[in-house]
């Protein structure tokens, strides 16, 4: 190939253009941001989230003298026999997202944490919890870790039920999780 199919100059236009299409975007925090023309990348410092996006707290866990079953896949205590049948077909909306692909434990924990207590803040009733398959024999860390999570503080006090998620959905590697109604 000759030189000017590999590699070309940016013109003046398009780094204008460039500018205009970045200059409201916040890149991630720590990443650099190029100009567009060639120079040394700039690193932007996120600004932090106003406080009134915090997540509202997620409902006390009962008291121990009435612990909460244990969530199975499948299995919906405290649901009627229609809402639970619509949850493991995948008929119910999903109303959030959440993809855990590519994180570490530590990281894809707080974000499962913060992502329940939001979408209960925000009265939102099936989400999907995307962990991914795993290796190939299907020992995803992720995808066993998660279930476990979802048991516990103070994350089990907001949610009623959890299935495998429809392979349209991602089957195996995603969880449909019903969350109780605020009170």
Request: glycine share 8%.
């Amino acid at each position: 190939m000759a030189r000017s199919q590999r590699e070309r100059r940016v013109s003046a236009t398009e780094v204008k253009l460039w500018r205009e299409v970045v200059k409201d975007a916040v890149p991630l925090p720590g990443r650099a941001v190029s100009d567009g023309d060639g120079d040394a990348p700039v690193t932007v410092e996120r600004p932090p989230l106003p406080p009134s996006v915090a997540p509202a707290p997620l409902p006390s866990p009962p008291s121990a003298s009435r612990p909460q079953p244990r969530l199975e896949h499948g299995q919906t205590p405290g649901v009627d026999r229609r809402t639970a049948d619509r949850l493991r077909r995948g008929l119910l909306e999903i109303e959030a997202r959440l993809d855990l692909h590519g994180l570490t434990q530590a990281a894809a924990h707080g974000a499962l944490n913060r992502f329940v207590a939001t979408a209960y803040a925000a009265g939102r009733r099936c989400v999907l919890v995307i962990t991914g398959k795993g290796t190939r024999d299907g020992t995803g860390v992720l995808r066993q870790a998660v279930p476990r999570w979802l048991n516990e503080a103070p994350l089990r006090a907001a949610i009623i039920a959890m299935a495998r998620a429809q392979p349209r959905d991602g089957g195996d590697g995603a969880l449909y999780v019903l969350l109780k109604r605020q009170r």
